[in-house]
């Protein structure tokens, strides 16, 4: 799912960076960061095993796709860098974060977007590691490829 989810953020970041002013390329690195932040709360993720102390602790405390993998996170940071007047670095943690959002939210296990206080389960069926999220990794690649003239 990481590189799902990577590539996800990328094509995300490439299909928005002409709204903001902010260097292209910082952007798109932020996006894509934003958009593997929520999986800190996963010990064996790609980022969880990258911050271990910190991601058992948050794993311990709020589980796998809790808190973290509600809307009030991006929201909250997006409040604070804007607070710092970093609107454009707010943006583009939000657009990473609520994309990693709502790519769970197409899988089977789902996403809670409203955890803990309200219930607003949504759930797909693509199961993580399965068929279909191979093909749809593989129309990601390609729209990848077609989107890099973007860039220039
Ligand atoms: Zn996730």
Request: hydrophobic fraction near 55%.
């Amino acid at each position: 799912m990481f590189k799902t989810h990577l590539l996800i953020s990328l094509l995300l970041g490439l299909f928005t960076f002409q709204f903001f002013e902010i260097n292209k390329f910082i952007f798109i690195a932020l996006v894509i960061l934003a958009g593997s932040l929520p999986d800190i709360d996963i010990p064996s993720s790609k980022i969880g095993k990258k911050t271990r102390p910190v991601s058992n602790i948050i794993n311990f405390l709020f589980g796998h796709r809790g808190i973290l993998h509600s809307i009030f996170i991006p929201v909250l940071l997006f409040f604070v860098l804007s607070y710092y007047n970093l609107y454009e670095y707010g943006y583009a943690v939000l657009i990473g974060y609520l994309g990693h959002l709502l790519a769970d939210a197409i899988s089977s296990e789902g996403v809670n977007f409203l955890h803990p206080f309200l219930k607003l389960r949504i759930q797909g069926f693509i199961r993580v590691g399965g068929f279909l999220e191979y093909i749809l990794f593989m129309l990601l690649i390609g729209l990848g490829i077609l989107s890099i003239p973007r860039l220039f």
